[in-house]
C-alpha cells in the first residue's frame, strides 16, 4: 500500500474540545523529539466551547519543515462528530486507529488504510478508577498504542511524561501507567505498521528547545528593557501578556525588598490599554501591549494621536481571522494594511513582521529600539499559529547592544541649545529631538498636541505649518525604510521569485525544495518589515516574475506593492492568497506557481 515513510510523516489527533487531548499530545511530541527527529505540532482548536472538535497535528520530518500538510498518515480518530471527514484526510497507505466501536463499514471504509480498532473507551472503564481522570487518562492511552506501534521506549515516554508534569510527580506516574495500558494492548493485539517508521536520528535536535511565539515575545520585551504594559485579554494575544507577567515576577522583583520594577494593568478595555502604554511611552518607560484584530479596530484613535504627537510604544498583533469577530482561534495575515496605516488622514507605522520564534524574540526588543528612535507607534504583526503553537529553535542570543533611547535631550544638552523646538528636523531625517518629563531645566517643558502645531509645539492652523509638518513626518517615514529590520535574501539566479512575510515562510522552504524537485528553481526574499526596504524593488526587477504569497484573500502586501513600484515591476507580480483560517502549506503555494507556469507558456506559444 505504498512505500514506508521513515521520519517523514504526520499524525493527526481527532478529539474534542476540553477532553485533556492537549497534555497527551505534548507528550507524544516531545517523544519523537527526544528521538532526535525534528517535529513542528500544529494545534487547531474552537473558540472555547467544550465538546467541539480539535485537531492536533504532529509533523515529524527528517528535514525539518515546519508546516502544514494537507494529508495524514496516522489518524488517531476519537471523535465521532468528524469521523467521516477525518478518515478522508489519511493518505493511501496510512492507518487510523480508532475507538472499536465507531462504523468503519460504509462510506469510511477504504480499502487503501489500515485500520487500527482499540476498545479506548472499555480500557479505561477497567484500568482507570477514577471516574473524574477516566477521560484524561484515555488520552495517554492512545499515546501507549502509537509509541508501541511506532517502537518508541517507554524510557523515551516517561521521559516526556516527567517533562510535562515536572512539578506533579503522582500525576506523571498515573499517566505513565495509562501509557503502559495503550502499550499492552497494541503489543498484544495489533499488528505492527507497515508504512510509516521512525528511527532515532543522532544530533538532529541537539541543543534545540520548544517555545511558542507568544513566549518569545514576552522574553524579547524583557531583555528590551519594557518595564509597563497594559492589555487586555483576547485570543490568541492574551498568553503573551501573561508570559511578560510571569517574566516580571521573576525576574523583575528586588530580591531583597520584595519591591516590583515593572507595572502592568489589565485595562477595561483595548483602548485604554493603549492609551496606558502611550501615557507610559510619553514619561520616558518602555511600554508594549498586546492584542489582535478587533483590539486594533479599538485603538486607532489613540493610535493616531501617538504617531502625529510622535510618542513611542510598542503594539503585538496576533493575527486571526476576520472581519469582526471572525474565527477567534484560525490564523490569517490579515492585520498588514490595517496596522500599517492605522488612524484617519495621512498616517504611516513602522511594522514588524517576524516569521520565526527567534524573530518575535529579536523583535520584541528591536521594536523598543525602534519606537524611541522613530518616537511613534511600532506595529509586530505575529499570528496565532506563530504565537500559540510550539516550534522547534536554537537558543536566544543574549543581547549585546545597549538600549537605544533615541534623541532626547537631557539637562545639559539643553544648557547648550536653549532655542530647541519639540517639533524641529535639525538632521534632515524628519524625527526631532524630545525631552522627558522632570528634566531640570527651563526650556525641557512643551505641549504635546494632536492638534496642529509649528516646530516649537505651538498650537498652528497656518497652512503652510501644517503641510511642513506632514512632509517632515514623511521624510521620517523614509528614515525608518532604513532602521527597520530588512529584508533576507536567498538567491540562485533564477528568473523566479517568491516573495512573503510571516510565518508563510515555513511553508515557502518546502515549496521551494518542491518546486526544484518538479524542475523549477526559484529565488525568495522574504519582507521583515514595512515600510519596504529599497532591495524589495531591486529583487522585483531582477526577476521575470515575482510570487507574492500571504494569507489573506485580497493580498495585501500585494496591494502594498502595487502603490509603490512602478508600472513596468507591477506587472511582474502575481498574487498568491491563502486564507481558509489553517496555517499554509506548501501545496498552496507549489500547485498555484506550477499552474502559472504552465498557463505562461501557453500563452507565450500561442502568441508565437
Same mark, same amino acid.
Given at each position: 500500500?505504498?512505500?514506508?515513510?521513515?521520519?517523514?510523516?504526520?499524525?493527526?489527533?481527532?478529539?474534542?474540545?476540553?477532553?485533556?487531548?492537549?497534555?497527551?499530545?505534548?507528550?507524544?511530541?516531545?517523544?519523537?523529539?527526544?528521538?532526535?527527529?525534528?517535529?513542528?505540532?500544529?494545534?487547531?482548536?474552537?473558540?472555547?466551547?467544550?465538546?467541539?472538535?480539535?485537531?492536533?497535528?504532529?509533523?515529524?520530518?527528517?528535514?525539518?519543515?515546519?508546516?502544514?500538510?494537507?494529508?495524514?498518515?496516522?489518524?488517531?480518530?476519537?471523535?465521532?462528530?468528524?469521523?467521516?471527514?477525518?478518515?478522508?484526510?489519511?493518505?493511501?497507505?496510512?492507518?487510523?486507529?480508532?475507538?472499536?466501536?465507531?462504523?468503519?463499514?460504509?462510506?469510511?471504509?477504504?480499502?487503501?488504510?489500515?485500520?487500527?480498532?482499540?476498545?479506548?473507551?472499555?480500557?479505561?472503564?477497567?484500568?482507570?478508577?477514577?471516574?473524574?481522570?477516566?477521560?484524561?487518562?484515555?488520552?495517554?492511552?492512545?499515546?501507549?498504542?502509537?509509541?508501541?506501534?511506532?517502537?518508541?521506549?517507554?524510557?523515551?515516554?516517561?521521559?516526556?511524561?516527567?517533562?510535562?508534569?515536572?512539578?506533579?510527580?503522582?500525576?506523571?506516574?498515573?499517566?505513565?501507567?495509562?501509557?503502559?495500558?495503550?502499550?499492552?494492548?497494541?503489543?498484544?493485539?495489533?499488528?505492527?505498521?507497515?508504512?510509516?517508521?521512525?528511527?532515532?536520528?543522532?544530533?538532529?535536535?541537539?541543543?534545540?528547545?520548544?517555545?511558542?511565539?507568544?513566549?518569545?515575545?514576552?522574553?524579547?520585551?524583557?531583555?528590551?528593557?519594557?518595564?509597563?504594559?497594559?492589555?487586555?485579554?483576547?485570543?490568541?494575544?492574551?498568553?503573551?501578556?501573561?508570559?511578560?507577567?510571569?517574566?516580571?515576577? !521573576?525576574?523583575?522583583?528586588? %530580591? *531583597?525588598?520584595?519591591?516590583?520594577?515593572?507595572? $502592568?494593568?489589565? +485595562? =477595561? @478595555?483595548?483602548? #485604554?490599554?493603549?492609551?496606558?502604554?502611550?501615557?507610559?511611552?510619553?514619561?520616558?518607560?518602555?511600554?508594549?501591549?498586546?492584542?489582535?484584530?478587533?483590539?486594533?479596530?479599538?485603538?486607532?484613535?489613540?493610535?493616531?494621536?501617538?504617531?502625529?504627537?510622535?510618542?513611542?510604544?510598542?503594539?503585538?498583533?496576533?493575527?486571526?481571522?476576520?472581519?469582526?469577530?471572525?474565527?477567534?482561534?484560525?490564523?490569517?495575515?490579515?492585520?498588514?494594511?490595517?496596522?500599517?496605516?492605522?488612524?484617519?488622514?495621512?498616517?504611516?507605522?513602522?511594522?514588524?513582521?517576524?516569521?520565526?520564534?527567534?524573530?518575535?524574540?529579536?523583535?520584541?526588543?528591536?521594536?523598543?529600539?525602534?519606537?524611541?528612535?522613530?518616537?511613534?507607534?511600532?506595529?509586530?504583526?505575529?499570528?496565532?499559529?506563530?504565537?500559540?503553537?510550539?516550534?522547534?529553535? !536554537?537558543?536566544?542570543?543574549? %543581547? *549585546?547592544?545597549?538600549?537605544?533611547?533615541?534623541? $532626547?535631550?537631557? +539637562? =545639559? @544638552?539643553?544648557? #547648550?541649545?536653549?532655542?530647541?523646538?519639540?517639533?524641529?528636523?535639525?538632521?534632515?531625517?524628519?524625527?526631532?529631538?524630545?525631552?522627558?518629563?522632570?528634566?531640570?531645566?527651563?526650556?525641557?517643558?512643551?505641549?504635546?498636541?494632536?492638534?496642529?502645531?509649528?516646530?516649537?509645539?505651538?498650537?498652528?492652523?497656518?497652512?503652510?505649518?501644517?503641510?511642513?509638518?506632514?512632509?517632515?513626518?514623511?521624510?521620517?517615514?523614509?528614515?525608518?525604510?532604513?532602521?527597520?529590520?530588512?529584508?533576507?535574501?536567498?538567491?540562485?539566479?533564477?528568473?523566479?521569485?517568491?516573495?512573503?512575510?510571516?510565518?508563510?515562510?515555513?511553508?515557502?522552504?518546502?515549496?521551494?525544495?518542491?518546486?526544484?524537485?518538479?524542475?523549477?528553481?526559484?529565488?525568495?526574499?522574504?519582507?521583515?518589515?514595512?515600510?519596504?526596504?529599497?532591495?524589495?524593488?531591486?529583487?522585483?526587477?531582477?526577476? *521575470?516574475?515575482?510570487?507574492?504569497?500571504?494569507?489573506?484573500?485580497?493580498?495585501?502586501?500585494?496591494?502594498?506593492?502595487?502603490?509603490?513600484?512602478?508600472?513596468?515591476?507591477?506587472?511582474?507580480?502575481?498574487?498568491?492568497?491563502?486564507?481558509?483560517?489553517?496555517?499554509?502549506?506548501?501545496?498552496?503555494?507549489?500547485?498555484?506557481?506550477?499552474?502559472?507556469?504552465?498557463?505562461?507558456?501557453?500563452?507565450?506559444?500561442?502568441?508565437?
Amino acid at each position: 500500500m505504498g512505500n514506508k515513510a521513515v521520519n517523514d510523516f504526520t499524525i493527526r489527533v481527532a478529539t474534542v474540545n476540553g477532553s485533556g487531548s492537549q497534555s497527551s499530545n505534548l507528550v507524544l511530541t516531545n517523544a519523537i523529539f527526544r528521538l532526535g527527529v525534528p517535529v513542528a505540532p500544529k494545534n487547531v482548536f474552537p473558540s472555547n466551547i467544550e465538546g467541539l472538535p480539535t485537531w492536533y497535528d504532529i509533523r515529524a520530518t527528517a528535514r525539518g519543515y515546519r508546516c502544514r500538510t494537507r494529508t495524514i498518515d496516522l489518524l488517531v480518530a476519537l471523535n465521532t462528530a468528524t469521523w467521516t471527514q477525518d478518515v478522508a484526510s489519511v493518505r493511501s497507505g496510512g492507518a487510523i486507529v480508532h475507538e472499536s466501536t465507531y462504523p468503519v463499514a460504509g462510506l469510511t471504509q477504504r480499502d487503501d488504510i489500515t485500520y487500527y480498532a482499540v476498545p479506548f473507551t472499555e480500557l479505561a472503564k477497567t484500568h482507570v478508577k477514577d471516574g473524574a481522570m477516566r477521560k484524561y487518562l484515555t488520552n495517554m492511552i492512545y499515546v501507549g498504542v502509537l509509541a508501541e506501534l511506532l517502537r518508541i521506549p517507554e524510557s523515551t515516554i516517561e521521559a516526556a511524561l516527567g517533562a510535562q508534569f515536572k512539578s506533579k510527580p503522582k500525576a506523571a506516574a498515573a499517566n505513565l501507567e495509562a501509557v503502559r495500558v495503550g502499550s499492552a494492548y497494541a503489543r498484544e493485539h495489533l499488528p505492527p505498521l507497515e508504512n510509516i517508521a521512525i528511527e532515532p536520528m543522532a544530533g538532529a535536535t541537539d541543543g534545540l528547545f520548544f517555545i511558542d511565539g507568544n513566549r518569545a515575545a514576552a522574553l524579547g520585551c524583557l531583555m528590551g528593557g519594557c518595564t509597563v504594559s497594559a492589555w487586555y485579554p483576547i485570543t490568541p494575544a492574551s498568553s503573551l501578556c501573561e508570559s511578560f507577567i510571569a517574566l516580571c515576577e !521573576k525576574y523583575r522583583v528586588d %530580591p *531583597e525588598t520584595g519591591e516590583r520594577k515593572y507595572a $502592568i494593568v489589565q +485595562a =477595561e @478595555d483595548e483602548l #485604554a490599554a493603549v492609551g496606558m502604554i502611550i501615557g507610559a511611552g510619553w514619561a520616558g518607560a518602555r511600554a508594549m501591549t498586546a492584542t489582535s484584530g478587533p483590539g486594533i479596530s479599538l485603538m486607532a484613535e489613540y493610535v493616531g494621536y501617538a504617531s502625529f504627537a510622535e510618542i513611542p510604544a510598542v503594539i503585538f498583533d496576533v493575527q486571526r481571522v476576520g472581519p469582526s469577530t471572525g474565527l477567534p482561534t484560525r490564523t490569517m495575515q490579515g492585520d498588514l494594511s490595517f496596522t500599517y496605516s492605522l488612524g484617519h488622514g495621512d498616517t504611516k507605522h513602522p511594522v514588524l513582521l517576524p516569521g520565526t520564534v527567534d524573530e518575535l524574540y529579536e523583535d520584541g526588543m528591536a521594536a523598543l529600539d525602534l519606537a524611541e528612535r522613530m518616537q511613534c507607534p511600532v506595529f509586530v504583526l505575529s499570528d496565532l499559529d506563530l504565537g500559540m503553537n510550539s516550534w522547534l529553535t !536554537k537558543p536566544f542570543a543574549y %543581547p *549585546e547592544k545597549p538600549f537605544d533611547r533615541g534623541k $532626547i535631550l537631557r +539637562a =545639559e @544638552d539643553l544648557s #547648550a541649545h536653549p532655542d530647541w523646538g519639540r517639533y524641529r528636523d535639525v538632521d534632515g531625517d524628519g524625527i526631532p529631538y524630545r525631552t522627558l518629563p522632570g528634566t531640570d531645566h527651563p526650556a525641557a517643558g512643551y505641549f504635546t498636541r494632536g492638534t496642529g502645531h509649528d516646530e516649537e509645539a505651538k498650537y498652528s492652523e497656518n497652512p503652510e505649518v501644517w503641510q511642513r509638518n506632514l512632509d517632515r513626518l514623511a521624510r521620517k517615514h523614509e528614515t525608518a525604510r532604513t532602521l527597520v529590520p530588512q529584508p533576507l535574501l536567498e538567491e540562485t539566479g533564477s528568473a523566479i521569485g517568491i516573495l512573503a512575510y510571516g510565518s508563510t515562510h515555513h511553508a515557502v522552504v518546502e515549496a521551494r525544495d518542491l518546486l526544484r524537485e518538479a524542475g523549477l528553481e526559484t529565488d525568495y526574499l522574504r519582507v521583515r518589515a514595512l515600510p519596504l526596504a529599497a532591495e524589495v524593488a531591486a529583487f522585483v526587477d531582477r526577476h *521575470e516574475t515575482v510570487y507574492v504569497v500571504e494569507q489573506n484573500r485580497d493580498g495585501q502586501l500585494f496591494g502594498i506593492l502595487r502603490n509603490e513600484l512602478l508600472p513596468e515591476q507591477i506587472a511582474r507580480l502575481r498574487s498568491l492568497r491563502h486564507y481558509n483560517g489553517v496555517p499554509i502549506d506548501a501545496s498552496a503555494i507549489v500547485d498555484p506557481v506550477l499552474e502559472s507556469r504552465r498557463e505562461l507558456a501557453h500563452a507565450g506559444g500561442a502568441r508565437s
